[in-house]
């Protein structure tokens, strides 16, 4: 069983700052994917940032030169260090993790980020 919990989420003004944190737990052997996805009301979840076993990461477009993927290895634990935020980056931000020994995905419950003034 594998378990992923998201913390880091909350309310903040247009240009601000947030950090998203995953902790992952249980059966994690040969962690390979690591990422966040968001959905906005009305629209389809989309991928923000991965990163692979090997550090090789990839953002997208609306969100390069804001925000940045890092983990800890040894905490097998995912960040997200959003900066510059706008008020579209509003959503629920959901921590995903790809294992190579199950071939599945695995998500997390959600955050909810909200930009506004």
């Known amino acids: 069983q594998v378990q992923l919990v998201e913390s880091g989420g909350g309310l903040v003004q247009p240009g601000g700052s947030l950090r998203l944190s995953c902790a992952a737990s249980g059966s994690i052997f040969s962690i390979n994917t690591m990422g966040w996805y968001r959905q906005a009301p009305g629209k389809q979840r989309e991928l923000v940032a991965v990163m692979d076993r090997g550090g090789i990461t990839n953002y997208a477009d609306s969100v390069k030169g804001r925000f940045t993927i890092s983990r800890d290895y040894t905490k097998n634990t995912v960040y997200l260090h959003m900066n510059s935020l706008k008020p579209e980056d509003t959503a629920v931000y959901y921590c995903?993790?790809?294992?190579?020994?199950?071939?599945?995905?695995?998500w997390g419950q959600g955050t909810q980020v909200t930009v506004s003034s």
């Open positions: 995903k993790l790809f294992l190579i020994a199950t071939m599945r995905d695995y």
